[in-house]
Every structure is written in structure tokens, then in C-alpha cells.
């Protein structure tokens, strides 16, 4: 256990909905990452909250959104899924924001399925 | 910003061989370097990493990496693998303008067969 919490782990979904998916990050750490695995793509960046804001963007959709909460939660939403939103999504956390050099810490990821 | 090439997709080899998987990056005046394994149907797992001094970095499960400027490489070796080094392996570069995201290469799959 990586003690980065995702969930739920698969998600199977129709194309034009939209999903949310929740982020727990380690104990202490305020920094959460978001990645997309996919076939082809690979794994790209999305985006990363440190302490409740928006502190980098990646590769991320309009279609997609992302927060952190004051908990330090997070949640990715994705909306208006088209069959080429399938992937592994992941979460990442690390302690602070001049600590990502150190590596952080990914969960086990989300597996989502659009049909 | 930064990009990683890792110049095999596939790396075939037997048990108890060496293996060097290969990783290039973009060149930057500051770069810290990382290898990821991901086992079948899990996350990631961090390898090793550069971020400055030695260039010579040991990791975890037998893996070292030679961090080489001139060459700007990060190649990943291990003198002796096992089945179960059977994995994904992945190079990434982070800087940080971008927040220190990760830019991941696009993985190499080694396959260990007896």
C-alpha cells in the first residue's frame, strides 16, 4: 500500500457521461498529480494541485476539470467521454511543491472503460 | 520543455543476463531524472533517481542508472536479471517550471524468459 488512495479502481461508463474520480494523497503530502496512461498516448501529465490551487497544467481536455480539497482530497472530473477517454488514470502526491524532485508516491490508479 | 526518448519498445532477455535499458532526454541546464517500473496490472513504482552529484545511482532491486551530460542519457542496468524484472519500465524528466510534473517516456517492456 502506497497509502495514495484511488478509487473507485474500475469504472465502465457510456460515452457522453461524465465521471469523478477521487483522490486520496499520503499522509502529510499537499501536492496531488494527475496522469493518463492510455495506449496511445502513454503516460501523459494532466494537471497538479499544492494546497487547495491550481498549480500546473498538462496535456488536460477542456472536458476534463480537476480540485483539491481542504482536506487535500482531489477529485478528476471528465466529462462528455468518447470512447478514446479510456485509460488507466493516476494519482500522485508528493509533501511539498520544491520536493518533487524527491519523487512521489502513485496510487494504484483508476481503470476506466468507455462504451 | 522537457521530453524523454527511450529508444527500445521491447527488450528481450534471458534469465540471469545483463540488460541496459536505454533513456535520452532533451537537454537542460538543470534536470532531474527518474526510472519507474510498473509490474502487470499495477501503479508505478520508483526505480531510482537522479537529481545532482554522482553520476553513478543505485536503486532498488539490483538497478542502477549513469547519469552522462555529454551524451544525455540515463541509461538503467542490471547486471543479472530475474523473471520477475518481467515489467514496464519507464524514464521521466521533471523541471521545475512545471511543477515538477513528470514528462515520461514511452516505456520500455522487458521480458525475462529462463
Known amino acids: 500500500d502506497s497509502g495514495v488512495t484511488q478509487t473507485p479502481k474500475h469504472l465502465i461508463t457510456a460515452t457522453g457521461q461524465r465521471v469523478t474520480l477521487r483522490c486520496s494523497p499520503r499522509?502529510?503530502?499537499?501536492?496531488v498529480y494527475w496522469y493518463q496512461q492510455s495506449l496511445d498516448q502513454g503516460l501523459q501529465f494532466l494537471i497538479q494541485?499544492?494546497?487547495?490551487?491550481?498549480?500546473a497544467k498538462g496535456n488536460i481536455l477542456e472536458r476534463f476539470s480537476a480540485q483539491q480539497f481542504p482536506d487535500l482530497h482531489s477529485e478528476l472530473n471528465l466529462s462528455s467521454l468518447e470512447l478514446g477517454d479510456s485509460a488507466l488514470y493516476f494519482c500522485?502526491?508528493?509533501?511539498?511543491?520544491?520536493?518533487?524532485?524527491?519523487?512521489?508516491?502513485f496510487g494504484s490508479g483508476t481503470r476506466l472503460t468507455v462504451v | 520543455a522537457q521530453s524523454v526518448t527511450q529508444l527500445d519498445s521491447q527488450v528481450p532477455v534471458f534469465e540471469e543476463a545483463p540488460v541496459e535499458l536505454r533513456c535520452n532526454y532533451s537537454s537542460s541546464v538543470s534536470v532531474y531524472l527518474f526510472w519507474y517500473v510498473q509490474y502487470p496490472n499495477q501503479g508505478l513504482q520508483l526505480l531510482l533517481k537522479y537529481l545532482s552529484g554522482s553520476t553513478l545511482v543505485k536503486g532498488i532491486n539490483g538497478f542502477e542508472a549513469e547519469f552522462n551530460k555529454s551524451q544525455t542519457s540515463f541509461h538503467l542496468r542490471k547486471p543479472s536479471v530475474h523473471i520477475s524484472d518481467t515489467a514496464e519500465y519507464f524514464c521521466?524528466?521533471?523541471?521545475?517550471?512545471?511543477?515538477?510534473?513528470?514528462?515520461f517516456g514511452k516505456g520500455t517492456s522487458l521480458l525475462v524468459t529462463p
Open positions: 499522509s502529510g503530502d499537499l501536492s
Open positions: 500522485a502526491s508528493s509533501v511539498a511543491l520544491d520536493r518533487g524532485p524527491y519523487g512521489y508516491t
Open positions: 494541485y499544492y494546497n487547495g490551487e491550481e498549480r
Open positions: 521521466a524528466v521533471s523541471e521545475p517550471q512545471s511543477g515538477y510534473a513528470l514528462n
